[in-house]
């Protein structure tokens, strides 16, 4: 079973920056993706950004050039650093991660969320 854990989320004015970070422990194999979620009030979940096991990284459009997501394969963490921030960023943020356990099974855990709140 892989956990895992996110942090950094609060409140922030507009402008401001935040970073949040996501460690994953447990049964690890490999993780092949991890990748940030957001879900804002009455608003189905959506992509923010994704960090695949070869390096590519996508973003919505709505976060390029102010979000920066990145990976510390040895500390199976991965951050997500925003800037710029808007009240529309407003939301609980996701982390996901899909791979392979010690046992060769696949996982794609999420974590508990981190409440991200910008005010105008």
């Known amino acids: 079973q892989v956990q895992l854990v996110e942090s950094g989320g609060g409140l922030v004015q507009a402008g401001g920056s935040l970073g949040l970070s996501c460690s994953a422990s447990g049964s690890i194999f490999t993780i092949n993706g991890m990748t940030w979620y957001r879900q804002a009030p009455g608003k189905q979940r959506e992509l923010v950004a994704a960090?695949?096991?070869?390096?590519?990284?996508n973003y919505a459009d709505s976060v390029k050039g102010r979000f920066t997501i990145s990976r510390d394969n040895a500390m199976n963490t991965v951050y997500l650093q925003m800037n710029d921030l808007k009240p529309e960023d407003t939301a609980v943020y996701y982390c996901n991660a899909r791979g392979y356990t010690s046992d060769y099974r696949v996982f794609d855990s999420w974590g508990q969320g981190t409440q991200v709140t910008v005010s105008s």
């Open positions: 960090d695949t096991s070869g390096g590519s990284t």
